[in-house]
């Protein structure tokens, strides 16, 4: 029996002494490399990649911590915004100017973390596997070519859809080179736009445009692009759908809606200069102020999402003091005043905002995934030698350059705004910011001697590529 207890007690150390062995890392960290691979093979292969922060809430709250300068200058309000007397940002040198402070503003919040790679088995099972996107085509980057095939509808026709103030070819202008480039990306081709396959790709949808009155143009754009600029009676209104009918005492409806019925394709814009919603604080006053609810999308997209497969959202011009007091509209936020000073600025409320709208409509997408969304980055403003009331020109009949080689967006809210979403950015700026000879500028149908419209564009125009490249991204 002491034989027996002597050898049961060896045998239970021996075996304690070489689980012991096994169990300690100097065992792996002493035998060659290549057994390591053999150990624990998933380990090595499953190299997870810790992902990046989401950062839009370091954009919406951090990025605001500093101050913004205003993009636009205080100015009258006026009825009709399609005119000059509207608000605008700095010239071209001043609106580069104003992305550098941006950038250098933003440089803490928008900084990637650095990625870090682990093989322990616990974090590749535990933590979630980072998302790895495919680089897409930067059609933001690329040149102006000459093509005998532009304008894509004559600047004398569509008149069904094309405002006439819009229509240069209507008023005294002379030169019409702005008509004939084309936009080229460089590393990427871009297909060709014809109405036919647009409707193509866009049937039994609605593409709708959420912006300001260069939402308009474009929207104005894509309608003549799609009739070839030619009159059509098989072109449903349907903006009562959409409640666009005109309100009384109003000068225009908040929108428009027309169905092309061969492929039941719905165009529609809705005017919503700040893409934030705006109700009367009270509604029973006819000198009510209203809250301007910097936190909310505008109603008209919580009622009409779910009918909408291609969304355009744009805002800028409008975000400016003097506009704001003139409308009457006061800021809130979580339904009362605002007093964070952070948003207090004009260009703090308004990045605000777009990184609000940007957030609800990434929320949104789950719910209905047919649906595609953009941001379109701000069309830039050329006026030199002074502001629209104060002599500012823009009597270019050249391009100020054909190429655009940056990889970046000249528009950073609109880019920060949209990192880390599924909301895409349509970037129009960079290559917008070249073509000075392409606004209205003193011409007009009356021919009278006035103000010059640096802001928007002539169509024909610069806002047709706007579309080409939404199609190309559709």
């Known amino acids: 029996m002491k034989q027996l207890s002597l050898f049961s007690l060896v045998?239970?150390?021996?075996?304690?002494?070489?689980?012991?062995?096994?169990?300690?890392?100097?065992?792996?960290?002493?035998?060659?490399?290549?057994?390591?691979?053999?150990?624990?093979?998933?380990?090595?292969?499953?190299?997870?990649?810790t992902p990046l922060k989401d950062d839009d809430d370091q954009l919406a709250e951090q990025g605001l911590a500093l101050p913004t300068p205003s993009l636009s200058t205080s100015i009258p309000h006026h009825?009709?915004?399609?005119?000059?007397?509207t608000s605008h940002h700095e010239n071209k040198t001043l609106l580069v100017d104003q992305t550098v402070s941006e950038e250098e503003e933003r440089s803490e919040t928008v900084k990637q973390q650095p990625m870090t790679s682990q093989i322990t088995q616990s974090t590749v099972i535990d933590a979630p596997v980072a998302k790895v996107e495919t680089q897409a085509c930067n059609y933001g980057k690329g040149k102006w070519v000459p093509a005998n095939n532009r304008p894509l509808y004559s600047g004398f026709g569509c008149k069904q859809w094309l405002s006439g103030m819009w229509a240069c070819r209507l008023t005294q202008r002379t030169d019409f080179g702005y008509e004939k480039l084309k936009w080229q990306p460089k590393d990427c081709k871009m297909d060709d736009f014809t109405g036919a396959e647009f409707l193509k790709r866009m049937q039994d949808k609605t593409l709708a445009f959420v912006g300001d009155s260069l939402g308009r143009q474009q929207f104005q754009s894509l309608m003549c692009m799609v009739t070839g600029g030619e009159d059509t009676q098989d072109v449903e209104d349907v903006g009562k759908e959409y409640r666009l009918a005109k309100a009384q005492g109003s000068a225009r409806p908040d929108g428009w809606a027309y169905r092309f019925p061969k492929t039941n394709t719905t165009i529609l814009y809705y005017w919503s200069a700040s893409l934030c919603d705006i109700e009367p604080v009270d509604p029973t006053s006819p000198t009510t102020e209203y809250a301007?609810?910097?936190?909310?999308?505008?109603?008209?997209?919580?009622?009409?999402?779910?009918?909408?497969?291609?969304?355009?959202?744009?805002?800028?011009?409008?975000?400016?003091?003097?506009?704001?007091?003139?409308?009457?509209?006061?800021?809130?936020?979580g339904g009362k005043p605002n007093t964070n000073r952070k948003i207090l600025d004009i260009g703090g409320a308004k990045n605000f905002t777009i990184h609000s709208v940007v957030r609800w409509v990434h929320s949104e997408l789950p719910k209905h995934p047919g649906l595609k969304a953009f941001l379109r980055s701000i069309s830039p403003r050329h006026f030199f030698n002074g502001e629209w009331n104060t002599g500012g020109t823009c009597d270019s009949t050249a391009p100020g350059s054909l190429e655009v080689l940056q990889d970046e967006s000249s528009d950073l809210v609109a880019a920060g705004a949209v990192k880390g979403t599924d909301v895409k950015l349509l970037d129009i700026t960079g290559l917008s910011l070249v073509r000075e000879e392409g606004h209205i500028s003193r011409y007009s149908i009356?021919?009278?001697?006035?103000?010059?419209?640096?802001?928007?564009?002539?169509?024909?125009?610069?806002?047709?590529?706007?579309?080409?490249?939404?199609f190309a991204q559709m």
């Open 446 to 470: 009356r021919a009278a001697p006035g103000m010059q419209d640096c802001l928007h564009w002539c169509l024909p125009g610069v806002p047709d590529t706007w579309n080409e490249l939404l």
């Open 11 to 49: 045998f239970v150390c021996a075996f304690l002494l070489l689980w012991n062995w096994e169990k300690t890392p100097l065992l792996t960290t002493t035998l060659p490399p290549h057994h390591n691979h053999h150990l624990f093979p998933d380990d090595v292969e499953r190299i997870h990649v």
């Open 292 to 333: 301007m609810h910097l936190d909310r999308p505008p109603s008209f997209l919580k009622h009409y999402l779910d009918r909408i497969h291609v969304l355009v959202l744009n805002t800028g011009h409008h975000w400016n003091r003097g506009k704001l007091n003139a409308n009457k509209w006061v800021m809130y936020v």
């Open 79 to 85: 009825v009709d915004d399609h005119f000059p007397n």
